[in-house]
């Protein structure tokens, strides 16, 4: 049984800071993978479709990705959860789309919001193997989203 851990609300001052980024020494240790571990529960408890490691109260740069449809978006396209360490996007394309985006720390509002289509990210797995993909449509618009919390911004900022 994995920890489901309360999520940081708008307005905390957790949700606004600059996370750290994961050093090489927490890569593949027991820590990490029990933040991994609590961050998906409590994700999926839910109904996240993302999630990042300041919303449960720990800042440091490690997000969830796992579009799925769900409760909170039945549109939305299925993927196998990707856990993203010290994530970076490294290009974003000109062309953006909107689209309307929750948030687990925003329970009571949605909004439209504006990302690029296509984005280019690097980050490293929880054992430390570094990855570079292409995301387009909803799982990009969801890493976006979630690199956001790690630079200490919310969609609703983005409104
Ligand atoms: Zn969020």
């Not at 994700?43 to 490691?53: E, L, S, W």
């Amino acid at each position: 049984m994995s920890t489901i851990l309360p999520v940081a609300q708008r307005s905390e001052t957790i949700l606004t800071l600059t996370a750290v980024a994961v050093a090489k020494s927490e890569l593949n240790s027991e820590w990490l993978n029990q933040l991994v571990e609590a961050m998906y529960a409590t994700m999926m408890q839910c109904n996240g479709v993302g999630i990042a490691a300041p919303q449960i109260y720990v800042s440091k740069r490690v997000v969830i990705v796992a579009s799925r449809p769900n409760l909170r978006y039945p549109d939305a396209p299925e993927m196998e959860a990707i856990v993203m360490v010290n994530p970076e996007i490294l290009e974003r394309s000109k062309a953006t789309v909107l689209g309307e985006e929750g948030c687990l720390s925003v329970p009571d509002e949605r909004g439209q919001v504006a990302r690029a289509e296509i984005i280019k990210v690097r980050y490293l797995t929880l054992q430390g193997e570094q990855i570079e993909t292409v995301y387009n449509g909803f799982p990009a618009r969801i890493v976006q989203h979630e690199v956001d919390h790690l630079d200490g911004i919310l969609f609703i900022q983005r409104i």
